[in-house]
């Protein structure tokens, strides 16, 4: 009875991480073209491709489809439900140059997260009194929409 017991307890623990271990593969997974230089966290990324997985909760891994350089990016769950729209997209902040990963959407709000404020990016948005942020959304194919870019 005890080996009856235990067999049946083993096999609900097997399909119990097997279902959890499904449920991880299913993170995000992305792609994008971004026409711009960008900063995240403390590496700057040149323009062009871009890969987008998650390869834990809450960490992002952005790696350049032509070099491979890639950045493990620390996440929290978004704050606003608007930028769960529907559209597959990353938004950026825009301080003159220089441009601040801010939010990837994968479109629902259970892959759509934010990224903190960097110290460089706090940096530049301290040094006047009133900071001229542009918030840039990026579709997945390059694109900037027009509505996508606008003051914050």
Aim: charged share 15%; aromatic share 8%; proline share 4%.
């Amino acid at each position: 009875m005890k080996r009856i017991l235990f067999v049946l307890a083993a096999t609900i623990w097997i399909s119990l991480l097997t279902t959890a271990g499904q449920g991880q593969s299913e993170g995000l997974s992305l792609r994008f073209h971004v026409p711009f230089a960008f900063t995240v966290e403390n590496s700057t990324f040149a323009a062009g491709g871009y890969e987008i997985t998650q390869p834990a909760h809450l960490i992002l891994e952005l790696r350049n489809v032509n070099s491979q350089a890639a950045a493990f990016q620390r996440v929290q769950s978004a704050r606003s439900r608007k930028q769960a729209d529907g559209r597959v997209r990353l938004i950026f902040h825009h301080y003159g140059n220089e441009y601040f990963l801010a939010a990837v959407s994968g479109g629902t709000s259970n892959l759509t997260y934010d990224c903190p404020v960097s110290k460089q990016e706090k940096r530049l948005a301290d040094a006047s009194p009133r900071p001229q942020l542009t918030v840039v959304s990026v579709l997945s194919d390059g694109n900037i929409p027009a509505a996508g870019v606008g003051r914050k």
